[in-house]
């Protein structure tokens, strides 16, 4: 069943997020796009998801979180749909707004049916079923890397479009999957009506590590393709790289959920974003291919696991009742950095003709996060 939630990751990061980057390049080029241009269809993404997670919790509780789940997986797909037939900025910015508010529907309520489904069992067992929710965006990274860069080469540049409804097609498969496996999961206990003022302080520390990270690990995502291009690597090895880093995110999510489970979310979540900093810097310092290798699956590997050990986190702080609210919450003020990340990160690279520096700003707000989880107490 988890396996099968998993579909919401791949559809609304592996696939309505993350593939961006890979599209970037030829659309920027045709396009005659800025790299603030380009920053800013990232950043209408994350204002998308931004709003998704407002009102994720309150959907919810109207439609069931199952039947929200599925309407996000439906709304991203639909916007994958329709991105490729427009060149119009002002259009694929709506486009890409739509795409984020579906996908934190399908990413957030999946998330919650995955915790509630683990509620019962032990810290190791809750990170385990998490990281297999979350590696789901992987999935749809090692899919979007093998279709779109074989796409590309076949239709010497113009082949955006046509990667673009690839995606779709992939993605109605998958909501398909998600289908299934919405109707084997358990609708999570909803808020009682004492619960609902409940003290968002209690994450603060958490909420404000996930905050750092959000605005990060997206300026990675969204530029690191187009980084790897300006140095010199071809479109073959781009999609190499590419698929190392979607395999990394399949994989990461197991390797990091005994530490997760040992340590608790937030002096977890400290770790991962220690290491996601260093791959996100890697390639700036030493820009050779092996540690554009190296930095592939440090990133990869990593930036997902930060997602469970914010779900963990929750679960041990807040009773059953709070998760759906508190995950909601949490994605919520997480897409206030996420929807700057892109849009800053590239302003900044357009005032020093560098793609590096922004990748630096990024590195230094992982390790930010990274300072600020460590304040969390959390009973354990």
Not at 25 to 42: F, K
Not at 81 to 110: D, K, M, N, Y
Not at 222 to 234: K, M, Q
Request: aromatic share 10%; charged share 10%.
């Amino acid at each position: 069943m988890v396996l099968g939630l998993a579909a919401g990751p791949l559809i609304a990061l592996g696939l309505a997020r993350f593939a961006y980057a890979l599209l970037l390049p030829p659309m920027r080029e045709e396009l005659h796009w800025t790299y603030s241009q380009a920053g800013a269809l990232n950043t209408a993404n994350a204002g998308g998801y931004l709003v998704g997670a407002v009102v994720a919790a309150s959907l919810a509780g109207r439609i069931q979180t199952r039947r929200a789940f599925l309407l996000g997986c439906l709304v991203a797909t639909l916007a994958l749909f329709a991105t490729p037939l427009t060149t119009s900025l002002p259009v694929l910015l709506v486009i890409r707004f739509l795409a984020g508010l579906g996908g934190a529907w399908a990413l957030v309520l999946g998330g919650a049916l995955v915790t509630a489904a683990g509620a019962g069992g032990s810290p190791k067992r809750a990170a385990i079923m998490l990281g297999l929710y979350y590696s789901g965006a992987g999935g749809g990274m090692t899919l979007a890397g093998v279709v779109v860069p074989w796409l590309l080469d076949r239709t010497d540049g113009a082949g955006w479009r046509p990667g673009w409804l690839a995606l779709a097609v992939i993605a109605v498969a998958a909501s398909i999957v998600a289908a299934w496996a919405a109707t084997q999961a358990h609708e999570p206990e909803q808020p009682s009506h004492t619960d609902r003022g409940w003290r968002r302080g209690r994450i603060r520390w958490l909420t404000m590590s996930y905050t750092f990270y959000g605005t990060g690990y997206i300026v990675y995502l969204t530029f690191i393709v187009a980084y790897l291009a300006e140095h010199g690597l071809s479109p073959a090895a781009v999609s190499a790289f590419y698929v190392v880093l979607g395999v990394a995110a399949m994989v990461g999510g197991f390797a990091w959920a005994p530490t997760i489970g040992r340590l608790g979310g937030s002096k977890s979540m400290s770790v991962v974003l220690v290491a996601l900093a260093v791959g996100t810097i890697l390639p700036v310092v030493a820009p050779f291919g092996w540690s554009f290798v190296l930095s592939g699956i440090l990133v990869g590997g990593s930036f997902l696991s930060v997602a469970t050990a914010m779900s963990v986190g929750v679960r041990h702080i807040l009773p059953p009742s709070l998760w759906t609210a508190a995950l909601a919450f949490a994605t919520t003020i997480f897409g206030f950095g996420q929807t700057a990340g892109p849009w800053v990160s590239g302003w900044v690279s357009d005032r020093f003709d560098d793609l590096g520096v922004g990748l630096i700003f990024a590195a230094v707000l992982l390790l930010l996060g990274a300072l600020a989880a460590l304040r969390q107490h959390e009973p354990l």
